[in-house]
C-alpha cells in the first residue's frame, strides 16, 4: 500500500517519513529533496536560478518543474516496492496526477494521512529549522519572516482542495502532530493499522 504523509509545513512529516521508511520498507519519495538536488548539485543552471528566486520570495516551486519530477520518480520506482509520498503532492492539480498515475502502474492500494499543527506552532518550528547541505549547516532560505507567512498562505489556499479530493478517493486519517515523536509515530501506525485490518 502506497503512502502519502501530507501536514502542515514544519508538523514533522521528514521526521516521521523516516521512521516509516524503516518499518514498512518502501521507496521514500521527498519533493524537498529532490528539489534540493536541482539546487545544491551540479545540474542545471537555469533550473538553480529558477528555485533560487522561488524560495527567496516565499513562492511555491512552478508547477511545471513538480509534474515533471513527479512523473520522472513514480514510473521509475520497482514495481516490487510500495511508495511513500513524503509531504506531497500538495496541490489539486498534481493530485490528480498522482492518483491518475498510481492507477495506470497497478497501484490502486494507497492511504493518506495529514499531520497537523496550529499555525503559532508552525511559525515557532520554522524559525528554528536548520539544514545539512555538504556536511554544513545552513538556514533554509525561505524560513525568513515574511516567506513564512506567504508559504503558510499559499499552502493553505491549496492544501483543503487536495484533502477533500483524496478523501473521496482513499482512506484519509488526520493525525496530530504535537507531543514527542515517538507519540506521533504511535497514531499514525495506528491509523496505518486500521486501514490495512479494515481492507484486510
Same mark, same amino acid.
Do not use: C
Given at each position: 500500500? *502506497?503512502?502519502?504523509?501530507?501536514?502542515?509545513?514544519?508538523?514533522?512529516?521528514?521526521?516521521?517519513?523516516?521512521?516509516?521508511? $524503516?518499518?514498512?520498507?518502501?521507496?521514500?519519495?521527498?519533493?524537498?529533496?529532490?528539489?534540493? !538536488?536541482?539546487?545544491?548539485?551540479?545540474?542545471?543552471? =537555469?533550473?538553480? =536560478?529558477?528555485?533560487?528566486?522561488?524560495?527567496? =520570495?516565499? =513562492?511555491?516551486?512552478?508547477?511545471?518543474?513538480?509534474?515533471?519530477?513527479?512523473?520522472?520518480?513514480?514510473?521509475?520506482?520497482? $514495481?516490487? $516496492?510500495?511508495?511513500?509520498?513524503?509531504?506531497?503532492?500538495?496541490?489539486?492539480?498534481?493530485?490528480?496526477?498522482?492518483?491518475?498515475w498510481l492507477s495506470q502502474i497497478g497501484r490502486p492500494e494507497v492511504q493518506v494521512l495529514y499531520l497537523s499543527i496550529p499555525e503559532k506552532e508552525i511559525i515557532k518550528r520554522m524559525s528554528k529549522r536548520i539544514e545539512y547541505v555538504k556536511g554544513k549547516k545552513i538556514k533554509r532560505t525561505?524560513?525568513?519572516?515574511?516567506?513564512?507567512?506567504?508559504?503558510?498562505?499559499?499552502?493553505?489556499?491549496?492544501?483543503?482542495?487536495?484533502?477533500?479530493?483524496?478523501?473521496?478517493?482513499?482512506?484519509? !486519517?488526520?493525525?496530530?502532530?504535537?507531543?514527542?515523536?515517538?507519540?506521533?509515530? *504511535?497514531?499514525?501506525?495506528?491509523?496505518?493499522?486500521?486501514?490495512?485490518?479494515?481492507?484486510?
Amino acid at each position: 500500500m *502506497q503512502i502519502i504523509l501530507l501536514g502542515d509545513p514544519a508538523a514533522g512529516k521528514a521526521t516521521q517519513a523516516k521512521k516509516l521508511l $524503516k518499518k514498512y520498507n518502501l521507496v521514500d519519495f521527498d519533493m524537498g529533496e529532490e528539489l534540493r !538536488k536541482i539546487q545544491f548539485g551540479r545540474g542545471n543552471a =537555469k533550473l538553480k =536560478k529558477v528555485l533560487a528566486r522561488t524560495y527567496s =520570495k516565499g =513562492k511555491l516551486t512552478p508547477t511545471w518543474l513538480v509534474r515533471a519530477i513527479l512523473k520522472k520518480k513514480i514510473f521509475s520506482i520497482p $514495481k516490487n $516496492k510500495a511508495i511513500l509520498f513524503d509531504g506531497h503532492p500538495k496541490m489539486i492539480g498534481e493530485a490528480k496526477l498522482v492518483s491518475k498515475w498510481l492507477s495506470q502502474i497497478g497501484r490502486p492500494e494507497v492511504q493518506v494521512l495529514y499531520l497537523s499543527i496550529p499555525e503559532k506552532e508552525i511559525i515557532k518550528r520554522m524559525s528554528k529549522r536548520i539544514e545539512y547541505v555538504k556536511g554544513k549547516k545552513i538556514k533554509r532560505t525561505d524560513d525568513n519572516p515574511k516567506a513564512m507567512h506567504l508559504r503558510i498562505k499559499y499552502f493553505r489556499s491549496g492544501i483543503n482542495e487536495v484533502i477533500d479530493f483524496f478523501k473521496k478517493k482513499y482512506p484519509f !486519517k488526520r493525525i496530530s502532530g504535537l507531543g514527542s515523536t515517538a507519540a506521533v509515530h *504511535q497514531r499514525i501506525i495506528k491509523a496505518i493499522g486500521k486501514t490495512n485490518t479494515t481492507r484486510g
